[in-house]
């Protein structure tokens, strides 16, 4: 009987291993993209502010062109 029990121990054991190491992998891999989308978008903001840099509006037609405030 103590062998049955020591033997589902083990499982336990081992299966919480097992969770607990994917959770932790799985919340790293969510914080490094998090971290590289907070990156990209500190990026994007600023290469908006660059003058070279053209705003497209969308007019009626469904076209988009250059805004009439432009960056100086």
Same mark, same amino acid.
């Given at each position: 009987?103590?062998?049955?029990?020591?033997? &589902?121990? &083990?499982?336990?054991?081992?299966?919480?291993?097992?969770? $607990?190491?994917?959770?932790? &992998?799985?919340?790293?891999?969510?914080?490094? $993209?998090?971290?590289?989308?907070?990156?990209?978008?500190?990026?994007?903001?600023?290469?908006?502010?660059?003058?070279?840099?053209?705003?497209?509006?969308?007019?009626?037609?469904?076209? $988009?062109?250059?805004?009439?405030?432009?960056?100086?």
């Amino acid at each position: 009987m103590s062998a049955i029990l020591l033997r &589902i121990l &083990i499982y336990v054991l081992v299966f919480a291993a097992i969770w $607990f190491g994917v959770r932790r &992998i799985w919340s790293d891999w969510q914080n490094k $993209f998090r971290a590289d989308d907070a990156a990209r978008h500190q990026r994007d903001l600023k290469e908006r502010e660059r003058p070279d840099v053209i705003d497209l509006k969308q007019g009626k037609d469904g076209v $988009f062109r250059p805004g009439d405030d432009e960056k100086r």
